[in-house]
């Protein structure tokens, strides 16, 4: 007895640690075990001379170890903070400030900021400058996330339509295979006011898809918005052979303006139904509910309760919906818009593959491909079983003390509860030695896991608090300027006229042009002022103060 009695006393000291950590845990719950553990050990001598009920107390105390030894073995789920915004800002350029949308001032940190845009505005000159220099909603989001530590990971923008995703510094080693497609539905497919944007990546080896979607507008068109959902899912392709389609997914998050309106009531009732958060009476007329309940394509797709006001259409500056006259394109006075909730935020879950049909009498080519496609469905849902994945909405609202629109913001939070495929960065990166622009300085990196590095693969220079993968200061390409070679470790050169002359804190990143993302983050380090240009005259005392001033 002497062996259970180590054995359990083992076993309760490491549970109690990882329990003390566990939140989820009851603290009362712990202390009536350990109390009622500690009454079993005083016992257990007195059951010597009782070999019959001896052993039935080993049985139990096999059970409980057997309970333990599962629990202690069950895969560790690690969660993340996702932050979505859709808002269809209607032309207007941003606002002052954007803290309340991200919710900065919440004690829960979030790991992933992910913002859809609609209707930026889009006129010839201000999209060319915009390509070329960012835009000023990209502005605005990465100066307000990067001195709190996010990065801009991956962005697009077609026409109106601009889909950013950001994560925080410490996520952007595991964030991979990120790739970014669009589809025009407007105007017959030729123009890009209305359709599809979408950037998919691999978060920690889970495959993520993000779609952000204007479709058609006004009432009558609800079945042309399902259609045009339906065409972009069918025509957006990415380079991968596990995931070339959205749906291929683990996880696909489709949000947007997606236009949807309220059938049937009229304007009295659908605003007194408003104006006494009788939300849920709107909820059986409100298009996209409706249309899912007949349309397999939308079905597998979950949405949160819409227990928020509508969100379009507004008076600008205003929380007042539409109150102004709308005139036709023929003069004629037109309808005040219909409040409804256009903007919406969904998700889908991968379903598990189904097998396929059995049919003795088609034994041909297709019924053998059929085979082997099930078969790699089967495969991916076992990496399923061994990875799960579970989301779940902690909130789903808008903000309406934003009026430069007369659509108003959508906000919906996430928790991704998953266990990480990997978690050792492919490269690990360094500086050597103390590094100034007064002399040459060495990268040192090894490769820890293989990938398909590359001849176009750089490693960047960029300060503490860099905004974005292109925001770097200087770069060095990892081939052409190799100087030493080992098993171990690679040295890259980096000139001295490429450094800083002011210094200051910095960050080395390895980026692969295969991946098209940052494989390795070395840790800041510091870049003294350059000595030779201070006593040279080239650099003022005050330099500092002026940089900050003209920065500023």
């Known amino acids: 007895m002497e062996e259970i009695r180590q054995l359990l006393g083992s076993r309760t000291r490491t549970r109690s640690n990882s329990v003390t950590s566990t939140t989820t845990q009851s603290t009362g719950s712990r202390l009536l075990l350990r109390h009622r553990v500690a009454q079993l050990m005083t016992c257990v001598d007195d059951l010597e001379a009782d070999r019959k009920l001896r052993e039935e107390v080993a049985r139990t105390l096999d059970g409980a170890l057997m309970i333990c030894g599962k629990r202690a073995s069950k895969p560790k789920q690690d969660r993340f903070r996702l932050h979505m915004v859709t808002w269809n800002v209607a032309t207007a350029e941003p606002p002052d400030n954007v803290s309340s949308l991200l919710r900065l001032q919440s004690p829960k940190t979030t790991d992933l900021y992910v913002i859809g845009l609609q209707e930026v505005k889009a006129a010839p000159l201000k999209f060319v400058a915009d390509l070329a220099f960012e835009d000023s909603w990209s502005h605005l989001f990465m100066n307000t996330l990067a001195p709190l530590g996010y990065i801009k990971v991956s962005s697009i923008r077609m026409q109106g339509l601009l889909l950013l995703f950001f994560s925080r510094l410490e996520h952007i080693p595991f964030i991979r295979d990120i790739q970014v497609s669009y589809t025009r539905t407007g105007i017959y497919g030729y123009w890009g006011n209305k359709g599809g944007v979408s950037i998919r990546l691999s978060f920690y080896g889970h495959m993520l898809c993000f779609l952000n979607c204007h479709l058609a507008a006004h009432m009558i068109y609800a079945k042309v918005r399902v259609e ?31 236009n949807f309106r309220i059938a049937d009531h009229g304007m009295h009732f659908v605003r007194t139904c408003i104006n006494n958060e009788q939300f849920h009476l709107l909820w059986p007329k409100d298009q996209l509910i409706m249309m899912k309940k007949e349309t397999s394509s939308l079905q597998e797709f979950q949405e949160g309760p819409l227990d928020f006001q509508p969100t379009y259409k507004f008076d600008l500056n205003s929380d007042s919906y539409d109150s102004r006259v709308q005139k036709t394109w023929l003069g004629y006075n037109g309808k005040k818009r219909k409040p409804a909730w256009t903007d919406r935020i969904l998700w889908r879950v991968k379903p598990k593959a189904s097998p396929p049909p059995d049919d003795d009498d088609d034994d041909d080519d297709d019924s053998n491909e059929e085979g082997l496609q099930w078969m790699k469905q089967q495969a991916l849902a076992k990496e399923e079983e061994d990875f799960p994945l579970k989301i779940t909405q902690d909130a789903y609202t808008s903000h309406t003390e934003y009026g430069i629109s007369d659509h108003k913001p959508v906000v919906g939070l996430f928790q991704l509860e998953l266990k990480k495929m990997h978690d050792t960065p492919l490269v690990r990166v360094c500086a050597e030695g103390e590094w100034s622009s007064d002399f040459d300085a060495v990268v040192n990196y090894t ?54 002359l002011l210094g200051g804190d910095f960050l080395l990143c390895y980026y692969s042009s295969n991946l098209q993302c940052i494989l390795g983050i070395s840790e800041p380090f510091r870049i003294q002022e350059s000595k030779a240009a201070i006593e040279g005259g080239l650099i003022a005392d005050n330099i500092d103060g002026l940089d900050q001033a003209m920065s500023g």
């Open 228 to 258: 045009e959902f339906e065409h972009i899912l069918g025509v957006q392709a990415y380079s991968s052979q596990k995931c070339p389609h959205i749906l291929d997914h683990k996880v696909v998050f489709w949000f947007g303006d997606l």
């Open 447 to 500: 490769i820890l896991q293989p990938f398909p590095s590359s001849a176009w693969d750089w490693i960047g220079l960029y300060k503490v608090g860099f905004k974005s993968m292109t925001d770097y200061v200087t770069y060095t390409w990892v081939k052409d300027d190799q100087v030493s070679l080992s098993d171990e470790l690679v040295q890259v050169y980096v000139s001295k006229d490429e450094i800083p």
